[in-house]
């Protein structure tokens, strides 16, 4: 069965400070891996990523994708209050179906 | 100028009751999903519509039943609520076709079943 694991389920860290978002996936038919975040409402895109080893950045917000380890990290640096959210993984199988990890709450303190 | 709109954005009802939740997007998209997000904020697909067929099915109770009266518009009727049925659900919306596309979400109805 496909799953996407994420990690660490939540985390308090200082404004300024760096974060270190992971997700595993095992997922047959893998097409792409995508990470949202989401606030109070709906989630909203932050990066898509199909190929290994190359970094995707907005911003203070990176990623990249490991194809042979399976997995994704999501960096945020020199974070702000405004940064605290839930950040969800997920990884597209067939038919452009969407398998969601549980998600990684973030709490940026001032 | 509104990308995937959901109506309402609250509904509170009675266990037994039947309710319908409306989904429109002016994206142009061919495709279309409900997710359901649970209290734990697990977010979890339901159904999927790609030019009004349904494509994914997911384990879902037959009382959902989801309606696509044409690709820019995904509507999803509950019959018999159940206190189980309570969680927010979201509806979006993507281009097929290709691997390289993001699906779009809708601002979720959150459905509180008492």
């Known amino acids: 069965e496909d799953k996407v694991v994420q990690s660490p389920l939540s985390l308090v860290v200082h404004e300024g400070d760096t974060v270190t978002l992971n997700c595993s996936y095992e997922?047959?038919?893998?097409?792409?891996l995508l990470w949202y975040k989401q606030e109070k409402k709906a989630p909203t895109f932050l990066f898509m990523l199909t190929s290994s080893g190359i970094e995707k950045k907005s911003g203070r917000l990176s990623s990249i994708l490991d194809k042979k380890e399976l997995f994704s990290i999501l960096n945020i640096t020199a974070t702000q209050t405004g940064d605290s959210a839930i950040y969800l993984c997920?990884?597209?199988?067939?038919?452009?179906?969407?398998?969601f990890g549980a998600g990684t709450q973030v709490v940026v303190t001032p | 100028d509104t990308a995937v709109s959901q109506t309402p954005k609250y509904l509170v009802t009675q266990m037994g009751n039947d309710k319908s939740i409306k989904c429109e997007q002016n994206l142009g998209h061919d495709t279309m999903y409900w997710y359901k997000q649970d209290s734990k904020k697990f977010l979890k697909i339901m159904f999927s519509?790609?030019?009004?067929?349904?494509?994914i099915n997911e384990t879902v109770p037959n009382r959902f039943s989801p309606k696509s009266p044409d690709k820019a518009h995904l509507n999803l009727h509950i019959n018999s609520l159940e206190l189980g049925d309570s969680a927010v659900y979201f509806c979006?919306?993507?281009?097929?076709?290709?691997?390289?596309?993001?699906?779009?979400f809708g601002p979720g109805t959150r459905l509180t079943v008492l």
């Open positions: 997922v047959t038919n893998f097409r792409s």
């Open positions: 519509y790609n030019n009004k067929e349904l494509i």
């Open positions: 997920a990884v597209e199988g067939s038919w452009g179906k969407l398998q």
């Open positions: 979006a919306s993507s281009r097929p076709g290709t691997s390289r596309y993001e699906q779009f």
